[in-house]
Nanobody, 128 residues
Framework: QVQLVESGGGSVQAGGSLRLSCAAS??????????MGWFRQAPGKEREGVAS????????IYADSVRGRFTISRDNAKATLYLQMNSLKPEDTAMYCC???????????????????WGQGNQVTVSS
């Protein structure tokens, strides 16, 4: 059974930091060959792409709203994706979920339709 399980969310004051993790399991092929990304959805808003990383970790892209504050990374040996979030703002409050696309090499995307596996999500709340 394919699973993406997020952890590390919570509540923090503005200016603080959090680190999200996403553990992948159950894939029939190596997660080394998967593009992965982080998305978020705030109440009343559409889901938006936050960051994406290529299978080998050498290519990354970010939404303008988080560039310079968030860092996406991955550890393929542990089949785990990370999102380090610094200088958090109240507008970063949302449900964050990770996503993966199988058989994707040297590619990144912030488009929801690119991904075929999704985690359940983890809440991040930033207070002012």
């Amino acid at each position: 059974q394919v699973q993406l399980v997020e952890s590390g969310g919570g509540s923090v004051q503005a200016g603080g930091s959090l680190r999200l993790s996403c553990a992948a399991s159950g894939f029939t092929y190596s997660t080394n060959f998967m593009a992965m990304g982080w998305f978020r959805q705030a109440p009343g808003k559409e889901r938006e792409g936050v960051a994406s990383i290529a299978d080998d970790g050498r290519m990354t892209i970010y939404a303008d709203s988080v560039r310079g504050r968030f860092t996406i990374s991955r550890d393929n040996a542990k089949a785990t994706l990370y999102l380090q979030m610094n200088s958090l703002k109240p507008e970063d409050t949302a449900m964050y979920c990770c996503a993966a696309r199988g058989d994707s090499t040297r590619a990144t995307s912030l488009w929801i339709g690119y991904y075929n596996y999704w985690g359940q999500g983890n809440q991040v709340t930033v207070s002012s």
